[in-house]
């Protein structure tokens, strides 16, 4: 198969996004592991968030060499909830949606990505960063399938198990950090191309 395009607008940004985001976030210390955090979707607003939150917060106070960056989405559903849970919480930066250049960037500096976001879903593993679903299911099921995603759902605890396993096992890391992308290669679209001269 040809592959997501998305993939290759991921590569071709990739070059200078981590400059431009190192120069807009300098809240964050080089010397942390980052942990990069998104969660919008309207399935997980009220107490699914309330949970994630509380995990997100624990996750700091168990290991104290790791920092949170969270672009917190807008609606007011989720930017109340989050920010009356996580605004006074140490070594978690809580920051407006980005812009793509600057969002890939963060996700190359991140150790590990929570997530709710398909299309981070996709991007992240490109990267060969693991990537803990906060959902109950997803459509990219072949990313779970090939190693690059993993659910955990949106309870406190199972957030925290995955989280810490990820962050405290090398090997567990390193398979989900390996695994190929099954979303393609950065070259989808010179292959789309050729597909379209030929017919």
């Not at 985001?21 to 080089?30: P, V």
């Not at 949970?51 to 109340?80: G, K, S």
């Not at 299309?119 to 803990?132: K, Y």
């Not at 090398?170 to 030929?198: F, L, Q, S, W």
Request: with cysteine.
């Amino acid at each position: 198969t040809p592959g997501n395009p998305v993939i290759d607008a991921l590569q071709m940004t990739r070059e200078h996004a981590r400059g431009v985001a190192r120069d807009q976030f300098s809240c964050l210390d080089s010397g942390l592991r980052t942990v990069l955090v998104t969660a919008h979707r309207r399935e997980n607003h009220g107490e699914p968030l309330v949970r994630i939150c509380r995990a997100v917060a624990r996750l700091t106070e168990r290991y104290p060499d790791v920092q949170v960056i969270w672009p917190v989405h807008p609606n007011p559903d989720v930017f109340e909830t989050v920010h009356c849970l996580l605004a006074d919480k140490p070594r978690i930066h809580l920051v407006s949606p980005m812009g793509y250049r600057a969002f890939v960037g963060v996700m190359e500096m991140s150790t590990l990505i929570l997530t709710d976001s398909g299309g981070v879903q996709e991007e992240a593993p490109a990267l060969g960063r693991p990537v803990l679903v906060m959902r109950e299911t997803t459509e990219r099921p072949e990313g779970v399938a090939s190693g690059t995603l993993k659910l955990v759902g949106t309870t406190e605890a199972g957030i925290l198990q995955e989280a810490s396993l990820l962050l405290t096992d090398a090997e567990a890391y390193r398979r989900m950090a390996n695994a190929v992308c099954p979303y393609g290669d950065g070259k989808a679209a010179g292959r789309i191309v050729t597909a379209i001269r030929h017919h």
